[in-house]
């Protein structure tokens, strides 16, 4: 059964709080510092949670935190609490490339004038079972391994479940701390101190139990007009097309992504690609 998650839970985990978190400009500059061993002077946000509607036909994607620095360079960053199935997670990262260049496209830029894009996800699982807290990952030719592509678009993936210790220890500090132990370091207690505080706002609170009971409100309508479905189509069918109606709904409705709509209604793991696949249909 499908339990909203109560205010004072909420980790740096939780998509609602690591919002609220990366909003604060110096956690979200030093954490970039951090993880990238670089100086960065400045950043604004081009916008939280920035939402890109695709300018032809797909769907479009919300962005969880989405930044510029003062060289030009695009950030977004993304926290991953789930292992996709397949290369969806790959994939994933591939679909937001896409819909950040035609986002810096659309404001005028040409192609040689593309901005720099770093694209991080936080995952709280090890995504290709080496061990690594950090994996890099950039074009190169494979004939010639010296060759960069040159395109300046570079992913990047954190593993909080890393035994390497290759990133810098107040990086380390910060995944250990996403996996749930806090520890001196300047820039957790920082994030921790911020999370008490921010759990202490009564505003904050009521817009997160807003939030949360119209994504319990579109659940309860997507299994309703499921069962009537399937009273006309037969059960089978109408059940799945009634969850996935309940799906697109959530995305539209609340500005969630796919994978975020099927995590609220609790859908198996080995079910997500038929059901992503009714829903771009």
């Known amino acids: ?107 005028g830029a040409d192609y040689d004038d593309l901005n720099k894009t770093i694209i991080i996800f936080i995952c709280s699982f090890d995504p290709f079972g080496k061990n690594r807290h950090i994996y890099t990952f950039r074009n190169l030719c494979l004939e010639e391994r010296s060759i960069e592509l040159c395109d300046d678009a570079t992913k990047i993936f954190l593993n909080t479940k890393g035994t390497l210790n290759d990133v810098d220890e107040s990086v380390k500090a910060f995944l250990d701390y996403v996996n749930g132990y806090a520890c001196d370091d300047p820039l957790v207690q920082e994030i921790d101190e911020a999370i008490q505080r921010i759990k202490r706002e009564n505003e904050k609170r009521v817009s997160y139990m807003t939030f949360a009971m119209k994504m319990m409100e579109e659940r309860k309508a997507g299994f309703k007009e499921g069962k009537a479905e399937g009273k006309l189509e037969g059960k089978l069918e109408g059940k799945l097309e009634g969850v996935a109606s309940s799906i697109r709904s959530m995305m539209e409705n609340l500005g969630i992504s796919l994978e975020k709509a099927m995590d609220v209604l609790q859908i198996p793991a080995n079910e997500r690609t038929k059901y992503a696949a009714l829903v771009r249909n």
């Open 1 to 107: 059964m499908y339990r909203i998650k109560p205010w004072e839970e909420l980790t740096i985990q939780d998509d609602y709080m690591f919002k609220l978190i990366m909003s604060i400009k110096p956690i979200c500059l030093n954490l970039l510092q951090g993880i990238l061993r670089v100086e960065i002077k400045d950043i604004r946000y081009l916008e939280t949670e920035k939402s890109m509607n695709a300018r032809y036909q797909g769907k479009g994607i919300r962005l969880d935190v989405y930044v510029r620095d003062d060289a030009e360079t695009v950030y977004n960053i993304e926290m991953q609490v789930r292992m996709l199935e397949g290369m969806n997670l790959c994939k994933r990262t591939r679909y937001y490339q896409s819909m950040i260049d035609a986002d810096l496209l659309a404001e």
